[in-house]
């Protein structure tokens, strides 16, 4: 109403002015009659109502349509009735219900009218008449394009904080996956290890030792996971602290015989491909130790202007550690990589065992 209210003030004040008299908005032609009391009923009706054009349209619609009815069959030709026009094509683009019926009984009125001023003598001809109301159908036309675009834009909001929302929540859930799946398959396999340690306490101690420092490690990682997902966090999302050399480690107390061999120095700006690939690490690493516990594992890094590019693989000589997967590990590797514009493969070789490849583009200039 704020909004409205000039429009329909200024439609009052520009009817009492002498620079518009000769140019009112009137169909007809007859005789304008002096104004009066009942002129200023009429003015009050024609453009009062856009104040509320958009809250309540069709009570805006309403008013206004009698009184351009009343003024025009008492010949009051008022500017002010332009606001026929702006109401009809308001509620074009704000009336939610019976818009058909708004049409049908607006089109019926406007017909009575022409009818009527006919029979009071009205010199207009049958196509000022006709002219008059496409204009009231184009206004029409365009406030319904404008409810239209409006509930397509709508529309497109909605589908795109949806997709928002679930990208964020595959994001959370990938992040979640590697972080909490490694640590946990390592304490697991570090645990049973333990179970048959009973007579050489020392080897005991360091078992259980493991697993309390895995514990802690996966303390850590998740905190750094929350600040990466903090939006009003500062840091960013780098390497956890260490690099790869703690993450191999892990899995080599867990009982798994792992070679890391890395060439030449990271290149990365912002951190996300060295985090991606250390997350490729991380997960095949895992993957080992559920799926070929005690297989010798090598794990290949190498860095390049070029990019980042990760190979892990095992000769598959070890056995299941019965920790399940879900299978939601390598296709989140997949995402991340290709994401950044990479390549990944997941293979069995041939002589048996497997083979994770990943090429992460740094960004940086070929």
């Given amino acids: 109403m704020v909004r409205d209210l000039p429009l329909a003030l200024l439609l009052v004040v520009t009817s009492f002015l002498p620079l518009f008299e000769g140019h009112e908005t009137q169909v007809g032609d007859l005789p304008a009659r002096p104004f009066d009391a009942v002129a200023a009923v009429v003015l009050a009706l024609e453009a009062l109502p856009l104040a509320v054009r958009r809250r309540a349209p069709a009570w805006s619609l309403g008013l206004v349509s009698l009184g351009f009815l009343v003024g025009e069959l008492l010949s009051y030709h008022l500017v002010a009735a332009t606001a026929l026009p702006i109401a009809v094509m308001s509620a074009g683009a704000h009336l939610d219900h019976h818009r058909r019926v708004a049409a049908i009984t607006l089109s019926a009125g406007y017909g009575a009218l022409a009818v009527t001023l006919h029979l009071l003598g009205a010199p207009e001809t049958v196509g000022g008449f006709v002219v008059f109301y496409v204009g009231l159908v184009v206004a029409w036309g365009a ?10 834009e709508a529309e497109r909001r909605r589908r795109v904080a949806e997709a928002t929302r679930a990208a964020e929540r595959t994001r959370i859930a990938r992040e979640l996956h590697d972080v909490v799946t490694h640590h946990v398959t390592a304490m697991v396999v570090q645990a049973e290890a333990a179970r048959y340690l009973a007579g050489a306490p020392e080897r005991l101690d360091e078992s259980l ?5 895995t514990g802690r490690r996966a303390v850590g990682d998740l905190r750094h996971l929350l600040d990466v997902l903090d939006p009003g966090h500062e840091s960013g999302a780098g390497v956890p602290s260490g690099g790869l050399l703690p ?19 990271p290149v990365d700006v912002d951190g996300t491909a060295a985090l991606t690939a250390h997350r490729v690490v991380q997960e095949s690493l895992t993957n080992a130790l559920k799926h070929a516990r005690g297989s010798r594992t090598v794990v290949h890094v190498r860095y390049s202007e070029r990019g980042i590019a990760v190979e892990v693989g095992t000769d598959g000589s070890g056995l299941a550690a019965g920790v399940g997967g879900s299978g939601r590990g390598l296709a989140g590797l997949r995402d991340r990589v290709c994401a950044l514009g990479g390549e990944f493969s997941a293979d069995r070789r041939s002589g048996g065992g497997f083979v994770v490849r990943a090429r992460i583009p740094t960004g ?3």
Avoid: F, K, N
């Fill in 247 to 265: 993450l191999v480690e892990q899995v080599r107390r867990a009982g798994q015989p792992v070679e890391l061999t890395e060439e030449g120095r």
């Fill in 364 to 366: 940086e200039p070929v």
């Fill in 209 to 213: 030792a493991a697993v309390a420092d």
């Fill in 143 to 152: 406030g319904s394009w404008l409810r239209s675009t409006r509930a397509a």
